[in-house]
Structures are given as C-alpha cells and as structure tokens.
C-alpha cells in the first residue's frame, strides 16, 4: 500500500519559517518527481516547488528566493524549507510524487497557517 506521510505543518507568524517533510512507502517504482503542491481556500490546487531524480528543480514565481525543495533518495522522503512566510502562504501544502510509468500519488495534505 502506497503511503505519502506529511508532516511539519503548523501555525507561524509572519516572517518565520517551518519545514514540511514527506515520507514515502510502498513504491515499487522508481520516483521521479517529487513535488509540493498548495491549496488556499476557494482556489485552485497549485505547485510549490517540485525535484526531479535528476536534481532538477523548479519553483513557483510566488515562493523563488523563500523555499527550498530537497529530497533524500534514500529515504525516499521529500521536504519543503519556507522561510519568510507570509499570510498568504497559508494553505493546505500537498506532498506528490510521480513514478515511472506516471504514477502518481498525494499525501493527505498538512495545514500551514501564517498570521500577520
């Protein structure tokens, strides 16, 4: 059974940081993309930040300069540093990864709450 376990969510003032972790299980395929999507309330579901087995990555204009998108193969787990968090980083934070033959799995999402 295939597990994404998100972790690291929470409630932080504006200008803080928090770091999201996600740990995958039960892949029999080899990950290739690992990605961090978000969703506020009332709109669409939209990438964070995503890494490829390559050690590409790639950001969302919104969040270059204030997060950072690591993964540990080995571990196969995925984390996401925010730094500088602002209000409307708020929102409920996907972890996603997509294997070879386009699998492709999410995490039950974590709430990341930043009050100004």
């Known amino acids: 059974q295939v597990q994404l376990v998100e972790s690291g969510g929470g409630l932080v003032q504006a200008g803080g940081s928090l770091r999201l972790s996600c740990a995958v299980s039960?892949?029999?395929?080899?990950?290739?993309?690992m990605a961090w999507y978000r969703q506020a309330p009332g709109k669409q579901r939209e990438l964070v930040a995503a890494?490829?087995?390559?050690?590409?990555?790639n950001y969302a204009d919104s969040v270059k300069g204030r997060f950072t998108i690591s993964r540990d193969n080995a571990k196969n787990t995925v984390y996401l540093r925010m730094n500088s968090l602002k209000p409307e980083d708020t929102a409920v934070y996907y972890c996603?990864?997509?294997?070879?033959?386009?699998?492709?799995?999410w995490g039950q999402g974590t709430q990341v709450t930043v009050s100004s």
């Open positions: 890494a490829t087995s390559g050690g590409s990555t």
């Open positions: 039960g892949i029999t395929f080899r990950i290739n993309t």
């Open positions: 996603n990864v997509v294997t070879a033959g386009y699998h492709n799995y």
